[in-house]
């Protein structure tokens, strides 16, 4: 006999659906087809309702399955689309199409030979809202008993003659459960992880000729625990206090203004026979200097940057504001490059100074192109680098730094395996700083854009990653940890660039937790390091248009240049602009990973030329040394299905003799009268001391 209870079950069934799905769409289904009563109450689910609700739910399957690229079909869509379950008489014939909803009702849980769909393993992998990952039953993101849950009442409240008690848990195979096995929901990114063999491998390493960093011993003085190393980050909360999406046209017009002045400023000290900036759109014969942004022809139909898009844009003091195309002449040179480079990147919202003439009064045309300084390197007293690196805090042993960027779990799940991995290998080596960088919960998971959860983010973080810091803190006595968050979290309410650090409360009470905003820059000992969670390599990388040019000046560069290299000039770009992220405006297609707030544009730049760059991207991991500075991309520690890598920093001690010598000689001059002037600072010179280890999870 057919019933409400056994179509809502065949439903289940055929659809592969979870009942408080089912009860979402019958809501939908009488909020949008059937009509209230006249006393107001809301429509009774009835048989008759039972087969629209089917015949609604069937169309949206064809539906999807016509759509490409919209999803694999649930189980059973096919059944009920275009082969109908036979009864024993045979009456009811094959059909296609949308049936007429009475077929399923012919299906009786009941019945012993009733034929149960095959569990799909990719259901899971492809849809984990529908199917979700089953856990233990300690994890947040496991199944519910079946037998008393959110899911069951849900059903219950569609129909009250259906016990929850007849849907039960996962019977044996053959039977007629709503539910698959779990051994079809287990995904296979969790298997691939623990089944790999080159864990903790090497894939590339700078300065392998200095020694890799030793496995201290456990500390057991007060002053060991208290940590090693001096630590110390500039970043005001106040400054990042701000809201955002409250731009105006005329702040973004000022700071891109301030910005075109500066680096003119920058320009005119590097080249002091450089002539004040003219504007380029004004007619001459004879040659002229000038400084502009570069930005693509909005008549152009191409996005990207080549030879007939480019324009150049003034700023209100050299040129009113103006735009005009620019052209470069067949024998271009390029003045501020390190020496055998040859080209110059240029992409949109880059700064450079230009020496040409407009002969029509229609495009500049390009002479030599000049490319703005990079900042100036940081130094120290030497008595502060010997108290530091040679005192009894350090006993003239090199400090050890692991650096990681987000993801930090498997897409399969929320079980944070490889950060796992990467805490047990933090407890073995013990370093003593440790740096992550988000995201830690991205918006982009698939867990997430499913809405597959059962925990607010707050609570998964604190579940899943504080409870790992706090085994850190708790083991690796002495350590520090550094969290900087991605545009993409959402364990923090700012989502834009630059960004603020993580709310206290949502992390560790600790004080040997330090968060700080993106991107941030701090010291670790006499070490200036920069750090940007951003992926501002690979929007660089993809929007720079390179044009060769001869060198007008040969200009040696120190400590490496990467000569050749279309990645150190990416890095270069960075340096010679003086920003986190030059790009203006952000790519389309990039808009959601950087959010960029321009008015606070401030917070982005580099004053001081930083020692080492950290910049987690999707291109490929390196450690390299670009113009004396070491840029490292760590990777990802979680490569979607697999584990990814992460970088460890050995920064060996600078000789102890040589600072000693110069602290005799800053306290000579001080005593003289001198002061300690430049005698007593002593350059870092980090790139021949630092070895740079990429290192697979």
């Given at each position: 006999?057919?019933?409400?209870?056994?179509?809502?079950?065949?439903?289940?069934?055929?659809?592969?659906?979870?009942?408080?799905?089912?009860?979402?769409?019958?809501?939908?289904?009488?909020?949008?087809?059937?009509?209230?009563?006249?006393?107001?109450?809301?429509?009774?689910?009835?048989?008759?309702?039972?087969?629209?609700?089917?015949?609604?739910?069937?169309?949206?399957?064809?539906?999807?399955?016509?759509?490409?690229?919209?999803?694999?079909?649930?189980?059973?869509?096919?059944?009920?689309?275009?082969?109908?379950?036979?009864?024993?008489?045979?009456?009811?014939?094959?059909?296609?199409?949308?049936?007429?909803?009475?077929?399923?009702?012919?299906?009786?849980?009941?019945?012993?030979?009733?034929?149960?769909?095959?569990?799909?393993?990719?259901?899971?992998?492809?849809?984990?809202?529908?199917?979700p990952k089953q856990e233990p039953a300690s994890s947040p993101f496991s199944l519910p008993p079946t037998?008393?849950?959110?899911?069951?009442?849900?059903?219950?409240?569609?129909?009250?003659?259906?016990?929850?008690?007849?849907?039960?848990?996962?019977?044996?195979?053959?039977?007629?459960?709503?539910?698959?096995?779990?051994?079809?929901?287990?995904?296979?990114?969790?298997?691939?992880?623990?089944?790999?063999?080159?864990?903790?491998?090497?894939?590339?390493?700078?300065?392998?000729?200095?020694?890799?960093?030793?496995?201290?011993?456990?500390?057991?003085?007060?002053?060991?625990?208290?940590?090693?190393?001096?630590?110390?980050?500039?970043?005001?909360?106040?400054?990042?206090?701000?809201?955002?999406?409250?731009?105006?046209?005329?702040?973004?017009?000022?700071?891109?203004?301030?910005?075109?002045?500066?680096?003119?400023?920058?320009?005119?000290?590097?080249?002091?026979?450089?002539?004040?900036?003219?504007?380029?759109?004004?007619?001459?014969?004879?040659?002229?200097?000038?400084?502009?942004?570069?930005?693509?022809?909005?008549?152009?139909?191409?996005?990207?940057?080549?030879?007939?898009?480019?324009?150049?844009?003034?700023?209100?003091?050299?040129?009113?504001?103006?735009?005009?195309?620019?052209?470069?002449?067949?024998?271009?040179?390029?003045?501020?490059?390190?020496?055998?480079?040859?080209?110059?990147?240029?992409?949109?919202?880059?700064?450079?100074?230009?020496?040409?003439?407009?002969?029509?009064?229609?495009?500049?045309?390009?002479?030599?192109?000049?490319?703005?300084?990079?900042?100036?390197?940081?130094?120290?007293?030497?008595?502060?680098?010997?108290?530091?690196?040679?005192?009894?805090?350090?006993?003239?042993?090199?400090?050890?730094?692991?650096?990681?960027?987000?993801?930090?779990?498997?897409?399969?799940?929320?079980?944070?395996?490889?950060?796992?991995?990467?805490?047990?290998?933090?407890?073995?080596?013990?370093?003593?700083?440790?740096?992550?960088?988000?995201?830690?919960?991205?918006?982009?998971?698939?867990?997430?854009?499913?809405?597959?959860?059962?925990?607010?983010?707050?609570?998964?973080?604190?579940?899943?990653?504080?409870?790992?810091?706090?085994?850190?803190?708790?083991?690796?006595?002495?350590?520090?940890?550094?969290?900087?968050?991605?545009?993409?979290?959402?364990?923090?309410?700012?989502?834009?660039?630059?960004?603020?650090?993580?709310?206290?409360?949502?992390?560790?009470?600790?004080?040997?937790?330090?968060?700080?905003?993106?991107?941030?820059?701090?010291?670790?000992?006499?070490?200036?390091?920069?750090?940007?969670?951003?992926?501002?390599?690979?929007?660089?990388?993809?929007?720079?248009?390179?044009?060769?040019?001869?060198?007008?000046?040969?200009?040696?560069?120190?400590?490496?240049?990467?000569?050749?290299?279309?990645?150190?000039?990416?890095?270069?770009?960075?340096?010679?602009?003086?920003?986190?992220?030059?790009?203006?405006?952000?790519?389309?297609?990039?808009?959601?990973?950087?959010?960029?707030?321009?008015?606070?544009?401030?917070?982005?730049?580099?004053?001081?030329?930083?020692?080492?760059?950290?910049?987690?991207?999707?291109?490929?991991?390196?450690?390299?040394?670009?113009?004396?500075?070491?840029?490292?991309?760590?990777?990802?520690?979680?490569?979607?299905?697999?584990?990814?890598?992460?970088?460890?920093?050995?920064?060996?001690?600078?000789?102890?003799?040589?600072?000693?010598?110069?602290?005799?000689?800053?306290?000579?001059?001080?005593?003289?009268?001198?002061?300690?002037?430049?005698?007593?600072?002593?350059?870092?010179?980090?790139?021949?001391?630092?070895?740079?280890?990429?290192v697979r999870i």
């Amino acid at each position: 006999m057919l019933s409400k209870q056994n179509a809502c079950l065949s439903i289940l069934r055929l659809y592969a659906l979870p009942p408080d799905e089912l009860f979402f769409k019958w809501e939908a289904f009488v909020l949008n087809h059937l009509k209230p009563s006249k006393s107001g109450a809301n429509p009774v689910f009835t048989l008759e309702n039972a087969k629209e609700l089917h015949k609604e739910i069937q169309r949206e399957a064809l539906a999807k399955r016509s759509i490409p690229g919209a999803g694999r079909t649930p189980i059973g869509t096919h059944q009920a689309g275009s082969m109908a379950h036979k009864p024993a008489n045979g009456s009811v014939k094959r059909q296609s199409g949308i049936s007429s909803g009475l077929e399923f009702l012919d299906f009786n849980p009941a019945t012993p030979s009733a034929k149960k769909p095959r569990p799909s393993s990719s259901l899971s992998a492809s849809n984990p809202a529908r199917q979700p990952k089953q856990e233990p039953a300690s994890s947040p993101f496991s199944l519910p008993p079946t037998n008393a849950t959110p899911r069951l009442e849900a059903l219950a409240r569609l129909n009250p003659s259906i016990k929850t008690e007849q849907i039960g848990t996962p019977e044996k195979e053959g039977s007629n459960s709503v539910f698959s096995s779990p051994s079809a929901l287990t995904p296979a990114g969790s298997n691939q992880f623990h089944s790999r063999t080159n864990a903790l491998s090497t894939t590339d390493t700078l300065n392998a000729h200095l020694e890799p960093a030793p496995i201290p011993a456990i500390p057991l003085s007060a002053t060991s625990v208290k940590g090693r190393i001096t630590f110390s980050a500039g970043a005001d909360p106040k400054d990042y206090a701000y809201r955002y999406m409250f731009e105006k046209v005329s702040e973004r017009s000022e700071v891109l203004d301030s910005r075109i002045n500066d680096l003119a400023t920058h320009l005119l000290s590097a080249f002091p026979s450089l002539p004040e900036p003219a504007d380029p759109s004004v007619p001459t014969s004879t040659q002229i200097f000038t400084v502009g942004q570069i930005t693509i022809d909005p008549e152009q139909t191409t996005s990207k940057l080549n030879d007939h898009s480019l324009v150049l844009q003034t700023s209100r003091i050299v040129g009113a504001g103006g735009r005009i195309p620019i052209r470069f002449t067949e024998g271009c040179k390029v003045r501020g490059g390190p020496e055998g480079v040859g080209s110059v990147g240029l992409f949109s919202g880059g700064v450079w100074g230009f020496m040409g003439r407009n002969g029509s009064g229609r495009e500049f045309w390009v002479d030599e192109v000049l490319i703005p300084p990079p900042p100036p390197f940081s130094s120290t007293p030497a008595s502060e680098i010997l108290e530091m690196q040679h005192g009894p805090k350090m006993g003239s042993q090199p400090v050890s730094v692991f650096a990681a960027s987000g993801p930090f779990t498997l897409d399969a799940d929320l079980e944070y395996e490889p950060l796992e991995a990467l805490v047990e290998e933090v407890k073995r080596c013990r370093p003593d700083c440790i740096i992550l960088m988000g995201p830690f919960l991205s918006s982009a998971h698939p867990f997430v854009k499913s809405g597959n959860l059962t925990l607010s983010p707050t609570e998964i973080f604190q579940s899943k990653i504080s409870s790992r810091l706090k085994d850190i803190l708790d083991t690796v006595v002495g350590s520090q940890i550094v969290l900087v968050p991605g545009v993409r979290d959402l364990i923090t309410d700012q989502v834009c660039f630059p960004q603020g650090m993580l709310d206290r409360d949502v992390v560790l009470p600790s004080k040997r937790v330090r968060l700080l905003p993106n991107p941030c820059l701090i010291n670790i000992n006499e070490v200036f390091i920069g750090i940007s969670s951003v992926d501002t390599l690979f929007h660089l990388r993809k929007e720079t248009f390179f044009k060769q040019a001869k060198e007008a000046i040969s200009t040696e560069t120190s400590g490496g240049g990467g000569i050749g290299d279309l990645m150190a000039g990416v890095c270069r770009s960075l340096l010679h602009q003086r920003s986190f992220y030059p790009l203006y405006p952000v790519p389309i297609e990039a808009s959601a990973d950087v959010n960029l707030d321009l008015t606070h544009y401030d917070l982005l730049k580099m004053e001081t030329c930083p020692d080492v760059l950290l910049l987690p991207s999707n291109l490929g991991k390196f450690a390299k040394i670009v113009d004396s500075v070491i840029v490292v991309n760590p990777g990802r520690l979680s490569q979607r299905s697999s584990g990814g890598t992460f970088s460890k920093f050995v920064i060996h001690p600078i000789d102890k003799e040589s600072l000693i010598s110069s602290a005799r000689s800053a306290a000579g001059a001080q005593a003289g009268g001198g002061g300690l002037g430049e005698e007593g600072d002593v350059e870092h010179e980090a790139f021949g001391r630092i070895r740079v280890d990429i290192v697979r999870i």
